[in-house]
């Protein structure tokens, strides 16, 4: 069997452990939350995976003469996670994003917990949109805020 059919069969198996919700499903003020513990490994995978090799997230040295003191995790990794919330949670798996907006309000950093929470706040049954409020933390500081749109399946 090739790596690309094993790799088929198991998305397959992964999929269909997942749930979700259909567009009929959804109301507003439904939540889904995915959370993640940002590591050195998830850092550096990010870097070479996205071409972000900026030295405020790789280089100590560099990272503390800047404005956080310190080396932080690229934004879009966090962004990732809320990525995560939707596409594995709510709407879940078939959903298509069509839009994001965001706002950065903390750094995230190597050890920290971040937490993505995802609530629907409007439904349009007749074209599948939903859209959601896209919040992100570390404890009890909001690091990112700003809404999606995406397409739920039906």
């Known amino acids: ?68 003191k310190g080396r932080v995790a690229h934004g879009m990794l966090s ?10 949670r709510l709407p879940g798996p078939g959903c298509v994003y069509l839009n994001q907006s965001l706002r950065f309000k903390a750094p995230v950093r190597v050890g920290d917990t971040v937490t993505a929470r995802v609530t629907v706040t409007e439904v349009d049954r007749a074209r599948n949109r939903v859209k959601l409020s896209t919040v992100c933390t570390v404890g009890d500081k909001v690091v ?11």
């Not at 962004?79 to 594995?88: E, H, L, M, P, R």
């Not at 990112?144 to 039906?154: F, S, T, Y």
């Open 79 to 88: 962004v990732g996670y809320i990525s995560a919330a939707i596409g594995t």
């Open 144 to 154: 990112i805020d700003g809404e999606a749109e995406v397409m739920a399946p039906a």
């Open 1 to 68: 069997m090739s790596d690309q059919s094993k790799y088929a069969i198991s998305a397959k198996n992964a999929a269909s452990e997942l749930s979700g919700y259909s567009i009929e499903e959804i109301e507003p003020g439904m939540t889904a939350v995915y959370a993640r513990t940002v590591t050195e490994a998830d850092i550096v995978a990010f870097a070479g995976v996205s071409g972000d090799d900026n030295p405020v997230h790789l280089n100590q040295d560099y990272a503390a003469t800047t404005m956080f």
